[in-house]
């Protein structure tokens, strides 16, 4: 595994442990559907609120933190696996909230976590409706023949 991805891994494991900390229980760790991934998605200790995490990991914040490198495409993604995780699981009745998880540091040199919740504003970038989300779904499946 290359150094980046193995921090990477670490970063996550120890973001995981600090939500569970806070008395979240962590429903899946890098779901993917297709191309898109959600790194952590837990619901709140009230089980009200489904979170969808993103976890940037950096061995120092000499270029800036590292919540900061994610793009407005790497959100959209989020945000549509999101929409997938949600209607696939039946998890409409929650709250949805985007929540970043940075960390900065090394296994050998400890590290920091900064988490930001509601890390960025969904309905500014993408309107979340189970209307629209269908009809994509089935302008998708309509091309490929499925149905």
């Not at 990477?8 to 569970?20: F, M, P, R």
């Not at 696996?81 to 040199?109: C, F, K, M, W």
């Amino acid at each position: 595994m290359a150094a980046h991805n193995s921090l990477g891994q670490w970063g996550e494991d120890v973001a995981a442990k600090y939500l569970i900390s806070k008395g979240w229980y962590i429903r899946d760790r890098n779901w993917r559907n297709h191309h898109k991934e959600i790194d952590i998605v837990c619901i709140d200790e009230d089980m009200t609120t489904l979170l969808i995490v993103e976890v940037k990991t950096r061995s120092s914040d000499a270029f800036g933190q590292p919540d900061e490198a994610m793009s407005l495409e790497k959100r959209h993604n989020i945000i549509k696996a999101a929409q997938d995780y949600v209607l696939s699981n039946y998890l409409t009745h929650l709250t949805l909230r985007y929540d970043t998880v940075s960390v900065i540091g090394t296994p050998e040199a400890g590290y920091t976590i900064d988490h930001k919740e509601g890390a960025y504003d969904v309905l500014s970038q993408f309107q979340f409706s189970k209307e629209g989300y269908m009809s994509r779904l089935s302008r998708v499946r309509h091309r490929r023949g499925l149905w």
